[in-house]
């Protein structure tokens, strides 16, 4: 499949015949990874890619300038897309192809924007479910997404779709693919200080991978027909999730299951600082939807979070729930600005999981004296089960509100600091390593590190 490209260039340098996997002489991947990761460095030479951005190694695609794709794109099996800082990728709403665009990463895939200069991906539309998304593929070895903006993607595949033949994702075509998916237990992936927003489906989907997320946005997720999750983590995952925004998702902030495809893998899951707010509100087909739905013996370290008037707490169903004996589910804050969120995220309502170490509001509080800036709906209604402001759904995104904390907030004091991360040193993306920049302003380490534990709930302390 063959994918077109206007107003923008790719350079390819195929690895080189008879090039075996090793390391390379600078780098030993063994001084980072565990004995047990099967990570390959490609033998690096002469013959890298070069841009008037950086010098890339032998076997990668580079994307150096405004994209557009028409059809889908392939990162082939043993080659690495490198999408530089500052690129806008423009998705066609209406392919060349009987099938909506994605982008499926056999290979490894870095999208390397910086604060001043983001990378972009989204449709010429500008609306969800225009096209399918980012789809990893089971060798993945690596992705890097770094101030980069996802949006616009959730459309259903076809059968003809790259993800359905490569066997990814779905095996039978029953609805939307997330705007990111990695499955490759091996792996590990980083979403770092990026966007995430009105995506049709879920925004993020993980079936194994370690990785980190971290200072990150997840905007206006799902719809109100099948719902939507900002992270849902199956088996296979070890992750440290800290320090993003979650902000109407349209059924749960964190669906966190131990089915999926790795029996024998059960997900390490460190969960901290985190803000979610106004989640839950569209669920029409069951009543999940909320702040977190443990599932299936998932046994997650959730601490320090802030959720701020979601349908409901912390769920599990009536059957197959989470391994709670486990886990370790407080401190966190829940806050409730209805007498309607009070009463459904209390200790007696159904299916609630309770922790008496969680601070959870016990009548209505003041949602003004939470957050620097943010405002609701005066038609507010948290079981709403619409798309509709009018009929109580959440407003749109704002990039005027602010979430940090005010001065007196009531969530400023009495997290935690003790819980140990995944990762306290980080992960090293070898990949990102071997990426030889020419001005230092668009340098970026090749490590990636959640922050530690604050004293406050919530990604956002005090300006």
Not at 163 to 178: A, E, Y
Request: hydrophobic share 35%.
């Amino acid at each position: 499949m063959k994918a077109s490209f206007l107003a923008g260039s790719v350079m390819l340098l195929a690895l080189a015949a008879g090039v075996a996997s090793c390391e390379n002489e600078n780098i030993n991947p063994y001084d980072y990874a565990a004995k047990t990761d099967t990570i390959t460095i490609n033998t690096g030479d002469e013959n890298t890619v070069k841009t008037s951005v950086a010098s890339y190694p032998t076997g990668s695609i580079v994307w150096t300038h405004d994209t557009t794709l028409t059809s889908s794109f392939k990162v082939p099996e043993g080659a690495a897309l490198y999408i530089e800082p500052g690129v806008k990728v423009t998705v066609a709403a209406k392919p060349t192809e009987d099938h909506p665009v994605e982008i499926v990463a056999l290979g490894n895939l870095y999208s390397m924007g910086t604060a001043e200069k983001p990378v972009v991906i989204k449709s010429d539309n500008g609306k969800a479910n225009d096209w399918g998304g980012i789809i990893c593929g089971y060798n993945c070895s690596e992705v890097v997404l770094s101030h980069t903006e996802l949006a616009d993607a959730g459309a259903t595949p076809t059968e003809s779709s790259l993800s359905f033949q490569n066997k990814l994702f779905k095996t039978t075509i029953d609805g939307g693919v997330p705007a990111f998916h990695f499955c490759n237990t091996n792996g590990r992936f980083a979403i770092v200080d990026c966007f995430f927003h009105d995506n049709y489906n879920d925004q993020t989907y993980f079936t194994g991978g370690s990785g980190v997320i971290y200072g990150s946005t997840f905007a206006d997720s799902g719809n109100e027909s099948d719902g939507g999750e900002a992270i849902n983590v199956k088996s296979g995952c070890t992750l440290d999730i800290a320090y993003n925004l979650i902000y109407n998702a349209c059924t749960n902030a964190f669906k966190l299951s131990d089915a999926g495809v790795e029996k024998n893998f059960a997900s390490k899951l460190i969960i901290y600082n985190n803000t979610a707010v106004d989640c839950g509100w569209r669920r029409t087909k069951n009543k999940k939807g909320g702040n977190v739905w443990l599932e299936k013996a998932i046994a997650p370290t959730l601490v320090n979070n802030l959720f701020v008037d979601n349908r409901y707490g912390i769920r599990q169903p009536a059957k197959d729930g989470g391994d709670i004996e486990h886990s370790v589910l407080a401190p966190n804050y829940l806050f409730a600005s209805t007498a309607t969120g009070v009463k459904q995220q209390a200790k007696d309502y159904s299916m609630i999981v309770w922790d008496d170490k969680n601070i959870t509001s016990s009548a209505p509080e003041d949602l003004s004296k939470l957050f620097v800036n943010f405002a609701q709906s005066d038609k507010m209604n948290i079981n709403c089960e619409s798309d509709d402001v009018a009929k109580g759904a959440p407003l749109t995104w704002n990039t005027a509100w602010d979430f940090h904390l005010q001065s007196g907030a009531v969530a400023l004091t009495g997290a935690t600091t003790s819980i140990v991360r995944n990762f306290p040193t980080g992960l090293a993306f070898f990949g990102m390593k071997k990426v030889k920049w020419v001005n230092s302003s668009d340098d970026q380490d090749y490590y990636f590190t959640a922050p530690a534990l604050s004293a406050f709930f919530g990604a956002y302390g005090i300006k």
